[in-house]
């Protein structure tokens, strides 16, 4: 066995760990990769003292506080706990709580846990903090839309630092679940379509929790979810089966949480979808035989909310008892909300059915993660620390800073932006226009609407005093009757400029949030449309946790800007791109479609035998639409211009375990500073099994004065150019691999290298 240099992926995150790969042998026709080798614990503490104090514990504990330990319960929404649970909690029976949250509030149950209980084992307290827990952050997908891992990277350590403040001592996030059907409201929980940028996002987001030592006052424990194939429901409907071959579940949904899983992540949680006919809460292959054995992950598993006790609904188990059963031996570690490990496991070792060495394991990876965690010597949150950390105004300025960022330009024509800052009217319109809750998106942690900057604020703070800005919402959201309209149509008239903002409530994204139409809702389009035909200069700004089908929109409105969910700050972030004190450099990292009929459409597609060919009938398309996307995937304009020049590479030919540099100038060709985002995709023309037509493998996003040029270089390994074979084993194929350097997914710079034997 010859080891390959352990490689992190230089191509971004370039402090990253390694994701170890080992040569496992040689053939003539391929370099087999084994993908895993263990992975370094993450805390720094000794980790045999951590084991024999785990051991000492569990020695300690009777069945009844071990299946304690395996059990998490829920408090209310506003954040207290029950006091039903009080009770549980001192005679050792919950291990974990969520939603409970606030200093006090978990000192208070955690006082009981510490104090009252017979074997002090404190209690963990977890909450969903996806993009920040009171300084809201752009929702993930926007954030993703920034390309730029250490933003996102700072943005999840300062959600951390908020958090953990407050008692939440872990959150359920990374949501690293890769989307391609943006009908499924989740879409806006993950970083899109892509498994190579989801895995750059997946590891930033795990750092930016967790930091080298989750036990850190300012980090948090962090949890990737949901594992697996979650996102792939069929027909975009939430928590609908999904089938997958093992081929996509390998190179599509397993990376990001493998990229998680490598970089430490403590906690994975298993999601709710039936898997090829094993719901993944109960799933061995995914749970036990990848997580466990090949990513050798030592940390414990989570169930998604009473996703045990829903195997009974899914067909998988008759009743409870078997329900505990299938998810223990398969590796779900703890039980979210229901109780059904409480209730039957005892009874089901006592009949042989389930062995107490199962239990002990589950045991000691939750207690092996709470003495991680530093827990047991500093069980306690500070309230002055949480008074003094939530919403300082630098956590504002840094979430101003990167929902800027994650704007995506999709339109601009005839540089209508960005706006002058001395107009003499302008026209603020739309539903979103003065919305302070919908701003925070879904999943919004214990942000508050008040704490929000609307658009209209942020574009009235930032225009001089000779600008008149008019404002009128026009329409509800999701109105049938548009009272409105007049009065918008009339101020957009007497405008310069009208800037239109529309989109989708917070709740209609999200879980539980799946739609079967990506139109505007309510009468937002005709609005659009009146405005537009007023003939005054309009820009469409999209508030929105999916891709939408803006045809019309793209087709008529001079400009539009994505702005997705922008967060605590978003009406500043919005305005420093309309008004041009940031230029935007977002590319989506999603694609969007013209309309929903082409879904499930994503920019790695597999080529087909009769690739569309308009003049020939019997080719892959439709009758009655395109088969291109309206924008695609790492699509994005800027205030300025750039041009690739100059593309090498190191070697055009290449052995499977080495690697090619590929290199590329990047000019700033236009009249202002902006941002481009450089993104390499690599096509294996021919190979044993069919490829995708791209596949994005490497991306930089550089900051470019008026005539400045750069060089930015990549580096393609065997991770890269690796893919499972027939026989499920990563390997590098020798033969001709194209090489696409470019802004966008679509067009680029081109050249070919060689793998030879
Ligand atoms: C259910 C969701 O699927 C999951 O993402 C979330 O973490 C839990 N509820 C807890 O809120």
């Given at each position: 066995m010859i080891a390959l240099?352990?490689?992190?992926?230089?191509?971004?995150?370039?402090r990253s760990r390694s994701w170890g790969r080992m040569i496992r042998g040689l053939s003539l026709m391929s370099v087999v990769l084994l993908v895993g080798m263990p992975v370094s614990p993450q805390s720094p503490r000794p980790a045999d003292e951590i084991e024999r104090k785990v051991e000492a514990l569990l020695r300690q504990m009777t069945l009844e506080e071990k299946l304690g330990q395996l059990q998490m319960l829920d408090g209310d929404a506003d954040g207290s706990y029950r006091p039903e649970h009080l009770d549980l909690v001192r005679r050792g029976l919950v291990g974990a709580f969520l939603n409970v949250r606030g200093a006090r509030r978990v000192n208070e149950l955690q006082r009981i846990a510490v104090e009252e209980s017979r074997l002090k084992i404190p209690l963990l307290f977890g909450f969903d903090v996806l993009h920040g827990y009171r300084t809201i952050f752009p929702v993930p997908l926007g954030e993703a839309s920034s390309w730029d891992p250490e933003a996102v990277e700072r943005a999840a350590h300062i959600a951390a630092t908020e958090a953990r403040a407050a008692?939440?001592?872990?959150?359920?996030?990374?949501?690293v679940d890769i989307a391609?059907?943006?009908?499924?409201?989740?879409?806006?929980?993950?970083?899109?379509?892509?498994p190579y940028l989801g895995s750059v996002m997946a590891r930033a987001r795990v750092r930016g929790f967790?930091?080298?030592?989750?036990?850190?006052?300012d980090r948090v424990l962090a949890c990737a979810k949901h594992f697996v194939g979650y996102g792939a429901a069929e027909g975009g409907r939430d928590y609908n089966t999904t089938d997958l071959s093992e081929r996509t579940l390998r190179e599509v949904y397993l990376p990001p949480f493998r990229a998680a899983v490598e970089a430490g992540v403590g906690t994975i949680m298993s999601a709710f979808n039936d898997l090829n006919g094993i719901p993944a809460s109960a799933n061995p292959l995914t749970l036990r035989t990848i997580l466990r054995g090949e990513w050798t992950f030592d940390g414990f598993v989570l169930s998604d909310y009473t996703a045990i006790e829903e195997l009974i609904a899914h067909g998988l188990a008759a009743d409870g008892a078997e329900a505990a059963r299938l998810a223990l031996d398969a590796g779900v570690d703890m039980e979210m909300v229901s109780r059904l490990y409480a209730r039957h496991v005892p009874h089901l070792i006592k009949e042989g059915k389930l062995s107490m060495a199962a239990v002990d394991e589950a045991v000691r990876r939750v207690l092996r993660v709470k003495f991680r965690l530093g827990l047991f010597e500093r069980p306690y949150a500070d309230e002055a620390r949480e008074r003094a950390l939530v919403l300082r105004p630098e956590h504002r300025a840094a979430a101003r800073g990167i929902a800027a960022r994650s704007i995506v330009l999709l339109k601009n024509d005839g540089g209508?932006?960005?706006?002058?800052?001395?107009?003499?009217s302008l026209a603020v319109i739309g539903p979103l226009a003065d919305d302070q809750k919908n701003m925070l998106g879904p999943w919004s942690g214990d942000g508050r609407a008040e704490d929000v900057v609307t658009i209209l604020a942020g574009i009235r703070a930032k225009v001089g005093p000779e600008t008149q800005v008019h404002y009128a919402p026009g329409c509800g959201i999701t109105d049938a009757a548009c009272a409105g309209m007049d009065e918008a149509v009339r101020l957009a008239r007497q405008s310069d400029v009208a800037i239109v903002v529309v989109g989708e409530s917070a709740e209609m994204s999200g879980e539980a949030a799946s739609r079967a139409s990506l139109d505007l809702p309510g009468r937002q389009l005709e609005l659009v449309k009146a405005i537009h035909a007023t003939g005054t200069p309009t820009v469409v700004v999209l508030v929105n946790g999916r891709p939408l089908a803006i045809s019309w929109i793209a087709d008529h409105v001079p400009a539009i800007l994505e702005t997705w969910f922008a967060g605590t700050e978003a009406g500043h972030a919005i305005a420093d791109v309309l008004f041009g004190d940031v230029t935007p450099g977002g590319k989506l990292p999603v694609t969007f479609p013209r309309s929903v009929g082409q879904i499930p459409i994503y920019y790695n597609h597999k080529m087909t035998g009769r690739p569309p060919d308009p003049r020939n009938k019997y080719t892959s398309k439709y009758l009655d639409e395109e088969?291109?996307?309206l924008f695609p995937f790492g699509y994005g304009l800027s205030y300025t211009e750039f041009r690739l020049t100059n593309l090498q590479l190191s070697a055009r030919r290449l052995r499977p375990t080495e690697r090619v540099t590929v290199s590329v100038d990047v000019e700033n060709v236009g009249p202002r500073t902006g941002d481009e985002v450089v993104q390499l995709y690599i096509r294996d023309v021919a190979a044993s099994v069919t490829r995708p037509v791209r596949e994005l493998k490497g991306f930089e996003r550089v900051t470019l004065r008026p005539g400045e040029k750069r060089r930015v270089t990549f580096t393609l390994g065997p991770e890269h150019l690796g893919f499972y074979n027939r026989q499920m084993r990563f390997v590098v194929e020798p033969g001709e691999f194209r090489v696409f350097v470019g802004t966008s997914s679509v067009g680029g710079l081109e050249a070919s290298i060689e793998v030879v034997q």
């Open positions: 240099r352990p490689s992190s992926d230089r191509n971004v995150a370039k008692g939440v001592t872990w959150t359920f996030a990374p949501m391609r059907d943006p009908r499924w409201g989740r879409i806006v929980e993950g970083s899109g379509e892509d967790q930091g080298h030592d989750y036990s850190a006052p209508l932006l960005p706006l002058g800052k001395n107009l003499r088969v291109t996307p």
